[in-house]
């Protein structure tokens, strides 16, 4: 079956705008991760949903960062008013549900000028 | 604090040689440790390990779990250029509830030469 997808696969912008990030999981997968990797940096956790709700945002790195999940499917990370540090690989993955294997989508390399 | 600690952090082969990567680990409450390979962006999913001195094997590659030491190793035989890439290495800890957030090493990048 289809794996993890994510869109765009690279999106290039302007410091001060708002990006939105897509994954749409493995199908029946209820548990989404986001995680962000600089460069030359290991994984960086930013939030996990389970179905819609998220009971873990620990994470964010500040409140400019959000993510929502909508029919415990395709989520979105959202960067408002992004900064030069922003600028990483962002990383989606999916599991079963209690199951620790985590399965990644391609990223979105985000390049914040 | 939970940490994972890899070695060595970068590693530069000959094909046709054997390596040993190393992944150490100091987390409370362990449940599992896992291997990825990591070629370009996506981290693709190698081994889950959860008891110890029991070897997973796929092809070249080799993994084994030594919980009283805390540790694990990635043997890799007759390595090919194929192989380079970061290997990461992760563990999940039991928590209330599914959450099963990952606490990730740094990697080894292991770079294979013809």
């Known amino acids: 079956g289809a794996g993890v997808s994510q869109s765009p696969s690279n999106k290039v912008t302007e410091k001060g705008k708002d990006v939105e990030l897509r994954c749409d999981p493995i199908?029946?997968?209820?548990?989404l991760y986001w995680y962000r990797q600089s460069l030359g940096q290991g994984l960086e956790f930013l939030i996990y949903?389970?179905?819609?709700?998220?009971?873990?945002k620990s994470g964010l790195p500040s409140d400019r960062f959000s993510a929502e999940r909508t029919g415990g499917s395709v989520s979105t990370l959202t960067i408002q008013r992004t900064q030069q540090e922003d600028s990483a690989v962002y990383l989606c993955a999916s599991s079963l549900q209690a199951q620790d294997t985590q399965y990644f989508g391609p990223g979105t390399r985000l390049t914040v000028l | 604090e939970d940490k994972v600690v890899q070695s060595p952090l970068s590693l530069v082969v000959h094909e046709g040689d054997t390596v040993t990567l190393n992944c150490s680990y100091e987390v409370t409450n362990f449940r599992s440790l896992l291997w990825y390979k990591q070629e370009k962006k996506a981290p693709t999913f190698l081994f889950m390990l959860t008891s110890s001195g029991i070897e997973k094997k796929s092809g070249r590659l080799s993994s084994i779990l030594d919980k009283k030491e805390l540790f694990s190793i990635l043997n890799i035989t007759a390595t090919q250029t194929g192989d380079s890439a970061v290997y990461l290495c992760a563990v999940a800890k039991s928590r209330a509830g599914n959450n099963r957030k990952l606490i990730w090493g740094l990697g080894t990048s292991l770079a294979v030469n013809p």
């Open positions: 199908s029946g997968h209820t548990a």
């Open positions: 949903f389970q179905g819609n709700s998220a009971p873990d």
